[in-house]
């Protein structure tokens, strides 16, 4: 027999992937692991996606930020 669908809100996909990669970033993942609807295997990619997706943003604020501190004039 088959395992009936969550129906709260916060387990909606839609929902949990806006919060993962729009809102709350990595502070989501527990949204994603509580979430009966995804399978191990998707849990998994969007973890693992979440961690790229979390150091590609990390290493462009840096450089953003160090271009803008190169545009400083220097005293």
Do not use: E
């Amino acid at each position: 027999m088959q395992k009936p669908i969550d129906p709260r809100w916060y387990h909606n996909i839609w929902f949990v992937l806006l919060m993962l990669f729009v809102v709350v970033g990595p502070f989501g993942l527990p949204l994603v692991w509580s979430n009966p609807r995804f399978s191990r295997t998707v849990k998994i990619a969007l973890t693992v996606a979440m961690a790229v997706y979390t150091i590609v943003l990390i290493n462009l604020t840096i450089r953003v930020s160090r271009a803008m501190l190169d545009q400083l004039p220097a005293y």
